[in-house]
Nanobody, 114 residues
Framework: QVQVVESGGGLVQPGGSLRLSCAAS????????MGWHRQAPGKQREFVAH???????IYADSVKGRFTISRYNANNTMYLQMNSLKPEDAAVYYC????????WGQGTRVTVSS
């Protein structure tokens, strides 16, 4: 059974930084493409970033230049480094891992407020 677990959310001031982590287990980590979506209150879930098995990356325009997605296969973990955070980045962030199916985590909340 594949498990996807996020961590690292919390409260940060505008302009601050946070790093989210996502661990996937159940099969060889390296076979997964992975990424993040987020959902703010009252809004639809939206794509944030994606990293392929070959570490090719894609970002939403709204986070490009501020967020960096990376993966470290040796410890089965994927990261989202978020810098220059804005109030509009506040949301629950969901990690996914995908091979022939897509597996989602339970989400981790990011609050951006002074």
């Amino acid at each position: 059974q594949v498990q996807v677990v996020e961590s690292g959310g919390g409260l940060v001031q505008p302009g601050g930084s946070l790093r989210l982590s996502c661990a996937a287990s159940g099969r060889m980590f390296s076979i997964y493409s992975m990424g993040w979506h987020r959902q703010a209150p009252g809004k639809q879930r939206e794509f944030v970033a994606h990293i392929s098995r070959e570490s090719e990356t894609i970002y939403a325009d709204s986070v490009k230049g501020r967020f960096t997605i990376s993966r470290y296969n040796a410890n089965n973990t994927m990261y989202l480094q978020m810098n220059s955070l804005k109030p509009e980045d506040a949301a629950v962030y969901y990690c996914y891992a995908t091979d022939s199916s897509t597996y989602w985590g339970q989400g981790t909340r990011v609050t951006v407020s002074s």
